[in-house]
């Protein structure tokens, strides 16, 4: 066996990820291996790295993961060797507690996370549930589908809890608000993008992108809106947001980790409005959207950067210096993106 992988681990919170070379992993009963072509890089891989939520340590970050089969474990008859496949956040559910029995398997009680509580993409090989993995559709190349796979994804169960808004916020421009509102304008919804005061570069991105308006967060948009969704971390954006929605409105709040929501009047909630967090996501979830983002021709719009430079991307992650998504790709693998 003269086969090693390689990873970008983190070890320590707040410390940069660690280069390592490890025995080729194995894969155990029902799993997949997969030599990794993309991976993007997610919000909450820089929660995982700064400490802000914690997991297994030390752990391969990476939950955004497009690759080709190349070990199959026993009994796996899903998947082929040589197969595309996705590796989304959702690693495994336990399928026994009560939110896995009614299709909640989301909230499972017992659950495993791909590059939380399981390594990830930061990697050149990763082993997956392949019950859990995604078939990627051929109109996305690897770099592009790699963000689909959480900010898309997440984005996207978040966006069916707006039920049909018509006039859709959306709080924080980055890779998953990217995704989303292409989705939704080509669904018919009047999208306004808020991102951070003065990012005139981020607004004008957004309104490339078909959205009506975009300006900073604590602007008041040109109509109520039906729906929020709240993708940056800040939870003073919550009753902001809680403001510009009309009676009945929804605010959700789509990331996994938020700064305190401070006081608001209960005037401000009244009428019906609410505010919701979405948690992870269902295997049907991840057909769904993929489906619709295909169908909606969804052109993710990445930076591609080599697995080695992780640390940097989650630098420029942390600076809001990205246009879209960053995309890690292993040494070697050719990637004609563009
Ligand atoms: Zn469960
Ligand atoms: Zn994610």
């Not at 990873?7 to 194995?26: I, N, S, W």
């Not at 590796?87 to 909640?104: D, E, I, M, N």
């Not at 995704?179 to 004008?204: C, H, K, M």
């Not at 809106?225 to 800040?234: G, H, R």
Request: proline content about 6%.
């Amino acid at each position: 066996m003269d086969q090693c992988f390689y990873a970008m681990q983190l070890d320590t919170p707040g410390a940069p990820l660690r280069r390592v070379e490890r025995m080729m992993p194995t894969p155990g009963d029902g799993e997949i291996r997969i030599a990794v072509l993309a991976c993007g890089v997610c919000r909450t891989d820089l929660h995982i790295a700064d400490g802000d939520i914690s997991g297994r340590r030390p752990i391969i970050p990476g939950h955004e993961i497009v690759g080709r089969v190349d070990a199959l474990g026993l009994g796996v008859t899903r998947f082929g060797l040589g197969d595309r496949v996705g590796v989304p956040w959702l690693g495994r559910s336990c399928g026994a507690c009560p939110y896995c029995a009614t299709g909640q398997e989301n909230l499972c009680d017992a659950p495993e996370f791909t590059g939380f509580t399981r390594d990830g993409g930061f990697a050149s090989h990763v082993v997956a549930d392949a019950r859990f993995c995604l078939a990627i559709p051929a109109a996305f190349d690897d770099v592009h589908a790699a963000p689909l796979l959480c900010a898309g994804l997440i984005g996207y169960r978040a966006y069916r809890m707006a039920d049909g808004a018509k006039t859709l916020g959306l709080y924080g421009f980055g890779a998953a608000a990217h995704i989303l509102a292409q989705i939704a304008i080509a669904e018919g919804a009047d999208v306004y993008a808020f991102t951070r005061e003065g990012d005139t570069a981020g607004q004008d991105f957004a309104r490339r992108l078909g959205c009506i308006w975009a300006g900073a967060s604590n602007e008041a948009p040109p109509a109520a809106l039906d729906a929020a969704i709240l993708f940056a971390p800040v939870g003073a954006l919550v009753p902001e947001a809680l403001r510009r929605v009309r009676k009945g409105g929804r605010v959700i709040c789509a990331g996994i980790h938020m700064s305190d929501i401070p006081a608001f009047p209960y005037a401000d909630l009244w009428e019906e409005r609410s505010i919701r967090s979405v948690a992870n996501l269902t295997r049907a979830d991840g057909a769904a959207f993929l489906e619709a983002a295909a169908g909606c021709h969804v052109r993710t719009h990445v930076t591609v950067l080599p697995l080695a430079d992780a640390n940097r991307a989650l630098d420029r992650l942390r600076a809001g210096e990205v246009e879209g998504a960053l995309v890690l790709v292993p040494e070697g693998v050719a990637t004609g993106n563009h």
